[in-house]
Each structure stands twice: as structure tokens, then as C-alpha cells.
């Protein structure tokens, strides 16, 4: 099903950032944003790209009082070629959707999702960055906006899909980060809604990390909600460890965010040969690669972040370097692998990117 969307543009279009070197993470946004509404009794409805700006929402919205919120983190490339391209939206979407079942919010038809993020992406394509390590992040999110204050799965929700240029991440771009282990908050627990992209997972992430910058860590690295020792993800990235050559990375184990550049880093190392374990991972074992040396590499992987490496680790008051604090091996060619399937400059012998238009 394919939904109507209807396009009003600015009459006041922004003037493009100059300098692409500056342009950080999610401060700037394009000239337009999508809109949708939804009802239990007319389904979605009024899909619209609007000039961007502020969204008028309800005092008692359900999103305000109980948090009813998912989002999705996807880029849009410039790629060699000339076009501008996703890459593997269909996984964002099915995301979303698995996201908005656990908060039951209403399900998005996946065809016509990829259409409105072809439309948004076509629409705002002078906006995707032309320098290496930018790109255009396109945020998709969902929330619920019953007007009053039961406790209820929602009859009313809203979907909205906002564009944002954007650089690295992390201010230390492809250099390695420093991150430190939490003993103390948990982000999530089985049964929860560790799995979902949702606005309350973050929320409840916000006073560890707040601790952590504080102490000059750039992210924290949660350990399971139950006996705390087993290795779960970081703030913004599924985490992955090279011990004795063999890849370890935790599995989906309900608590954490099943990643997309997980799954795709996952699928390029088993092409290239290596074995990769997808277990649970305790932090002793993870210490005792430390203290014997087998810990080769560490790195975290997602849409925002891309492959980051890691060179300090924190816990409990001591502190591991890892790969000499430099970037690794593998984590190297991870980064140009995958920046290079996307950019266009790798074959993309998985057909992982979906070309949206000429650019
Ligand atoms: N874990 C968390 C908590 C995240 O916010 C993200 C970012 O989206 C990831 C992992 C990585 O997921 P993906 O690779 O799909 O961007
Ligand atoms: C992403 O990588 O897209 C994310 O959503 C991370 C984010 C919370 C900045």
C-alpha cells in the first residue's frame, strides 16, 4: 500500500552549510519534514511533507505522560556514481514495526514507508553532504497522541520523518574512544524494551552517560539488568570484540538493539573467513583477554557512529587500553568496507543499497 502524500515547500529555503567539516551530528535540519496521522478508525492518514518546523501537539498526548515513542536512525549517500542511495532500509523499517508492536503503536505498510523516505530523501537531496564521512541522517519516528491521560495502548499516534547533514559522531571521529563500563544503572532488561528503538531506552541511559562525560568517557558499556556481568551494548553502538582472531560480540539476547551495521559487519566477517560468536560475553572474560593479552581489538557499530574504534575501557576504577589505543586491523577494514559499499566505491556484492534518485 502506498500512501498519498501530498508536498508543500518552502517559500524560505535555508541557506546549505559551506563548511561540510563542521557540520557534527543532528544540529542542522533541511528545508521540510514528513508528517502522518493515524487513527484507530481511519487508519494512517494524511501524509504530507510540510516546511519544517515546530509540531503542535496536545497538553495531555500520551508521548508526554507515558512516553510512547520509537524512532529509526538510517543515512542517505552521495555514492560515486552520481546517485544518492540508502542502505538497507527495509531492516530500519521492519525495525520500526517490531518497535511499534512492543509499544503498540500502530504498524507502518513497509513499500509504503520506503516510499515516503524516497519522497522526504528526493525532495531534500542538495542537502546530502558531498565530502568523504558525511551524509544525510534521516530520522523516522513514531509517537502516540491519544489527548487524554488513561493509561492505554493509543488510538491516535503520529509518524514524522525529519532529515538532518551530518559528520562523525563521535567529535573523535574515526580515532578510538574511551569508554566506561556501568555497574551501577542498567539500560534495559529482558522483557522490556531493550530490542525496541525507543524514546524511554535513552531517557533511561541519560545519568550514566551524563557520569561518564563528566569522567571523560565518551559512552557507557551496559552490562546485563539481572546479575550485571554480562556484556550488552553502548549508548549508541552494538559492541564487538577481537579476542585470539576470533570476532565475539554479545547475542540478541532481547535486551539489546538488534543493529543493522551489527548484522551487516557480522555477515562481512564471516565473508572474509573470520569466526564470529555471537554469545553472551561476560565482563570477566572480557578482562582476563585483557590482563592476558588476547584482547586484540574492540569496537562499537552503528548507523550514527559507523565503526568506531574503542581504546580505553573503565571499570570499577581501573582502566584497560586496548590496541594501543589505535584503530585495529579489523576495525580498519570494517570502517572502509562498509563506508565504501555505501559511498559507492566497494562493490556491493550483497545489494545492500537502494538508489533513490540522480544527484
Ligand atoms: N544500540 C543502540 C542503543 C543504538 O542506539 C544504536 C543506533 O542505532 C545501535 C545499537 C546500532 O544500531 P544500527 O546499527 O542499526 O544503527
Ligand atoms: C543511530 O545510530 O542511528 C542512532 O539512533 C544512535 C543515536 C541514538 C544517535
Known amino acids: 500500500m502506498k500512501y498519498d502524500i501530498s508536498i508543500t515547500k518552502t517559500d524560505a529555503p535555508k541557506a546549505r552549510p559551506v563548511d561540510e567539516s563542521k557540520l557534527g551530528f543532528g544540529r542542522i535540519f533541511t528545508d521540510h519534514m514528513f508528517i502522518m496521522d493515524y ?19 496536545h497538553p ?21 556514481d552520481g546517485n544518492i542511495r540508502l542502505f ?97 544503572d542498567v539500560r534495559a532488561v529482558r522483557g522490556g524494551t531493550g530490542y525496541a528503538k525507543c524514546g524511554g531506552n535513552y531517557a533511561a541511559s541519560l545519568r550514566a552517560g551524563q557520569k561518564a562525560e563528566e ?14 556481568k554480562y556484556i550488552e551494548e553502548v549508548g549508541a553502538m552494538n ?23 551489527r548484522k551487516s559487519c557480522i555477515e562481512l566477517l564471516k565473508a572474509w573467513g573470520y569466526t564470529v560468536e555471537e554469545r553472551a560475553f561476560s565482563i570477566d572474560e572480557l578482562f582476563e583477554a585483557c590482563e592476558s593479552g588476547t584482547l586484540e581489538e574492540a569496537w562499537g557499530t552503528g548507523t550514527a557512529a559507523v565503526v568506531s574504534p574503542i581504546g580505553h575501557l573503565f571499570y570499577n576504577g581501573k582502566e584497560y587500553t586496548v590496541s594501543d589505543n589505535k584503530i585495529g586491523e579489523v576495525t580498519q ?24 534518485c540522480n544527484g
Not at 60 to 77: C, D, P, Q, R, W
Request: aromatic residues 10%; negative net charge; glycine residues 10%.
Open 333 to 356: 577494514k570494517l570502517y572502509d568496507n562498509l563506508t565504501g559499499i555505501q559511498w559507492g566505491k566497494v562493490e556491493d556484492t550483497f545489494g545492500w543499497c537502494v538508489d533513490v
Open 39 to 57: 487513527s484507530a478508525d481511519k487508519g494512517w492518514y494524511n501524509g504530507r511533507i510540510v516546511p519544517f518546523g515546530p509540531l503542535p501537539i
Open 215 to 228: 569522567n571523560g568517557y565518551t559512552q557507557v558499556l551496559w552490562l546485563d539488568g539481572v546479575e550485571r
Open 239 to 261: 559492541v564487538m570484540f577481537k579476542i585470539d582472531g576470533k570476532i565475539v560480540t554479545p547475542a540478541l539476547s532481547g535486551s539489546i538493539l538488534p543493529g543493522i551495521t
Open 88 to 184: 538497507r532500509p527495509m531492516e530500519n523499517i521492519k525495525r520500526l514495526n517490531n518497535s511499534a508492536e512492543r509499544l503498540c503503536l500502530p504498524l507502518l505498510d513497509e513499500e509504503g514507508c520506503l516510499d515516503i523516505l524516497k519522497t522526504m530523501v528526493e525532495l531534500e537531496k542538495d542537502w546530502v553532504p558531498h565530502s568523504e564521512g558525511t551524509s544525510l541522517y534521516i530520522r523516522p519516528y513514531m509517537f502516540g497522541n491519544d489527548p487524554h491521560l488513561g493509561v492505554h495502548a493509543v488510538k491516535e499516534a503520529t509518524f514524522v520523518v525529519i532529515c538532518s547533514p551530518v559528520g562523525a559522531y563521535y567529535a573523535e571521529g574515526i580515532n578510538p574512544v574511551k569508554i566506561a563500563i556501568e555497574s551501577s
Open 60 to 80: 495531555a498526548s500520551t508521548v508526554l505522560h507515558y512516553g510512547a515513542e520509537i524512532f529509526e536512525g538510517m543515512k542517505a549517500y552521495r555514492a560515486a
